[in-house]
């Protein structure tokens, strides 16, 4: 057999082999759901009945969408027994909607390595919020979140949780922005961008928000 033949042979075995491989690749299932935004926030403000009650609406709307996963909310506390973000969420990896790696640890997830931008962030149908991005005079884009930047509490002092997602009244949250936008600004922290005037559900819309979380599957 001369070299041409070979050659000839040789190149349709690659291509064979790597025909076979990308119909594998489209054969898998995409990761399952494991982060979302949730598509509405509680409605009275930063007052979210404690980590318990913002757990249990980050697994009313993941069971509505039908994962039956364990969830928590992506929240802080201060004060006396203070709680860690990054503490409540397992370990990754964790997927969106449609199957898009947000992040694979820990360590990825913060330190602006994670995806959470406006493209990935999707709520639990799947769907984006509303970001200046898409719409420049409106947004739903302050996530509530009580963290600092590595996912840790904030010391005690200035309230930055609202009393421990308490109150609807005096004190403020730590939000994060999850298009990673500051109006027209890339580069904004998904989990640590600034406080709000108040705890209400209207000081929270003042500034960019509506009550929204972030939730991760923690098994």
Known sequence: MNKKALLIMS???????????????????????????????IGDGANLGGLAGADAHCNALASAAGSSRTWAAYLSTQGVDAVNARDRI????????????????????????SNID???????????????????EFSEHDILTGSQIDGSAFPVGQDQTCNNWTSNDEGSARVGHADRWSFLTPGSPWNSSHGTPGCSQEELVSVGGAGLLYCFATD
Not at 21 to 40: H, L, N, W, Y
Not at 120 to 134: C, I, P, T, V, Y
């Open 90 to 113: 397992g370990q990754g990896p964790w997927a969106n909607a449609v199957g898009a790696i947000i992040a694979n640890d820990l360590t990825y997830l913060h330190y602006d390595n």
């Open 118 to 136: 406006w493209e990935n962030a999707l709520d639990e149908n799947g769907n984006r919020f509303a970001s200046r991005r898409e719409t420049p």
């Open 11 to 41: 190149t349709a075995g690659v291509l064979t082999f790597s025909t076979l491989t990308i119909v594998a690749q489209q054969d898998e299932e995409p990761p399952e759901m494991g982060f979302f935004v949730t598509s509405v926030g």
